[in-house]
């Protein structure tokens, strides 16, 4: 099975109505893993409830703050909603931004890839020791864990639900490789990224690790505005573009490809309240670089280049600052165009 026959994708609604019913359509196109993402909604809650609405499509937390909850609770959460989804559930966990953690969640945040390592850790060890009744014993950086005297009386469906974490640079993409289940790719990463950063990290993660290459689901992410008019295409993604230019935590990646001053251009703009003068910043040619703007078959091109280096693949519409009838326009047309299973 090749990564086009693995496409997975966002949880995208306004309502929960919305976000059953675009499950629903994936689910009959085929579509392999539907993920939750944790911002506006909480990423369990979202899982659990399209887990109940759906009968084969995968479902994740796409990606779930892994600080904020202790192992414990991820633990027993994953579980649980393994069980009613019928062993279909993926647990997505991810650091998050620094300051949220810190001042929305009041939780340490340390270095980011040394305490998500613990996180994923004690949380498979607590899932895979649930219903032995032996005591359960952690001890990290970040994590001291000692569970004594408690048995999980409710028959797992597996013995482990498989974890997964998102990365972009070599610090996250080492420990993926380390110990994670699965990698999920950012979607302003384009393939030159994904070769010379992403994947020669990853890879010495497991090598160090003593696993194999098949031990880690890699799914890379194309960020994809299908729209026979390419100019509003090309709009559209300037503007998810142009919010994470903002964060200087992506400067190598605009930096890689000769982005580095535009991205500057609209971080400033951005910190001086100027926020028309964001996008603008961005140029066509940034846009090309990153994203799959436009027609189909220009589209499609993008996107089997970058299956040819994954697993799976995650296909996400441009997401910032365009209107929730085209972000949802686009993401039905990625279903329909991707979705193995779709007449389209």
């Known amino acids: 099975m090749g990564a086009l026959d693995r496409i997975q994708i966002a949880a995208i609604g306004d309502s929960v109505a919305e976000l059953a019913e675009q499950a629903a359509a994936a689910e009959a196109a085929k579509i ?27 479902v994740g937390t796409g990606i779930a703050w892994a600080f904020t909850r202790s192992a414990f609770i991820l633990a027993i959460t994953a579980l649980d909603i393994d069980e009613m989804s019928a062993g279909r559930f993926r647990l997505g966990l991810g650091a998050g931004v620094k300051r949220l953690n810190e001042t929305w969640h009041d939780v340490e ?12 850790e004690a949380t498979r060890l607590i899932m895979q020791q649930a219903s032995g009744g032996e005591p359960i014993r952690y001890e990290g950086r ?31 993409c080492r420990m993926a490789g380390d110990v994670a289940d699965g990698l999920i790719g950012h979607p302003m990463c384009p393939l030159r990224w994904v070769e010379e ?57 605009w930096q890689m490809h000769g982005f580095a001053g535009a991205a500057e251009a609209a971080g ?4 001086r309240g100027a926020l028309a003068a964001v996008p603008e910043a961005i140029p066509d040619e940034m846009v090309e670089a990153y994203t799959a ?11 089997e280049a970058m299956a040819a280096v994954g697993d799976g693949l995650w296909l996400t519409p441009p997401t910032y600052f365009i209107p929730p009838e085209q972000l949802m326009e686009y993401q039905a ?11 389209c």
């Open 32 to 58: 392999d893993c539907v993920w939750t993402p944790e911002l506006f909604r909480s990423s369990v809650t979202q899982a659990t409830w399209l887990a109940a609405k759906t009968e084969t499509v995968g």
């Open 109 to 120: 945040y340390g270095k980011p890839a040394p305490h998500l390592r613990e996180t994923i």
């Open 142 to 172: 970040y994590l001291d864990i000692d569970v004594r005297g408690w048995i999980r009386p409710h028959e797992a469906v597996r013995e482990s639900v498989p974890i997964y974490t998102a990365a972009m640079q070599e610090g996250m």
């Open 197 to 253: 950063v992403m994947i020669p990290s990853f890879e010495t993660g497991l090598k160090r690790s003593g696993r194999r290459r098949s031990d880690l689901d890699f799914l890379p992410t194309v960020c994809c505005a299908i729209d026979d008019d390419e100019g509003r295409a090309i709009d559209a993604a300037r503007r998810t573009i142009a919010f994470y230019a903002t964060v200087r935590t992506y400067r190598p990646l």
């Open 268 to 271: 400033d703009a951005f910190r």
């Open 293 to 303: 703007a436009g027609p189909l078959d220009k589209v499609r091109g993008r996107v």
């Open 333 to 343: 047309k990625i279903v329909r165009a991707f979705g193995p299973g779709s007449s």
